[in-house]
């Protein structure tokens, strides 16, 4: 404190929005690189599409990318397993396409639970 007021460090912070997870993926391999393709459709046709090379034990999130609403999430593993689900995507972890990628397989889930 100096002079009774509180410095720039210590000053509370007015809450501000937080951002939305829409994708998140995990790569569970301790020892392997593992190479993702992901596209993202809506009724319309695809909406995001990105390919991911993903270290062991990396993560990669793509935040604010969709608006709100239901997709279809396609993911490519290493040009050789592929999954699919409809998920619903919006604020909160419940609604974050989930991708986690380990041992040779790779699945896609709605929700994110920390």
Same mark, same amino acid.
């Given at each position: 404190?100096?002079?009774?007021?509180?410095?720039?460090?210590?000053?509370?912070?007015?809450?501000?929005?937080?951002?939305?997870?829409?994708?998140? #993926?995990?790569?569970? $391999?301790?020892? !392997?690189?593992?190479?993702? *393709?992901? @596209?993202?459709?809506? &009724?319309?046709?695809?909406?995001?599409?990105?390919?991911?090379?993903?270290?062991?034990?990396?993560?990669?999130?793509?935040?604010?990318?969709?608006?709100?609403?239901?997709?279809?999430? #396609?993911?490519?593993? $290493?040009?050789? !397993?592929?999954?699919?689900? *409809?998920? @619903?995507?919006?604020? &909160?972890?419940?609604?974050?396409?989930?991708?986690?990628?380990?041992?040779?397989?790779?699945?896609?889930?709605?929700?994110?639970?920390?």
């Amino acid at each position: 404190m100096t002079d009774g007021h509180l410095t720039d460090a210590t000053a509370r912070q007015e809450p501000t929005a937080v951002a939305s997870a829409d994708l998140f #993926i995990r790569n569970f $391999d301790t020892t !392997r690189t593992n190479h993702l *393709t992901v @596209r993202v459709r809506d &009724g319309d046709g695809i909406v995001f599409a990105s390919r991911y090379a993903l270290t062991p034990g990396k993560t990669e999130c793509e935040v604010d990318r969709l608006g709100p609403g239901e997709y279809d999430v #396609i993911v490519e593993l $290493d040009s050789q !397993r592929r999954e699919r689900a *409809t998920c @619903r995507i919006g604020p &909160g972890p419940e609604k974050t396409a989930l991708v986690e990628i380990g041992n040779g397989t790779v699945s896609v889930t709605q929700g994110l639970y920390c």
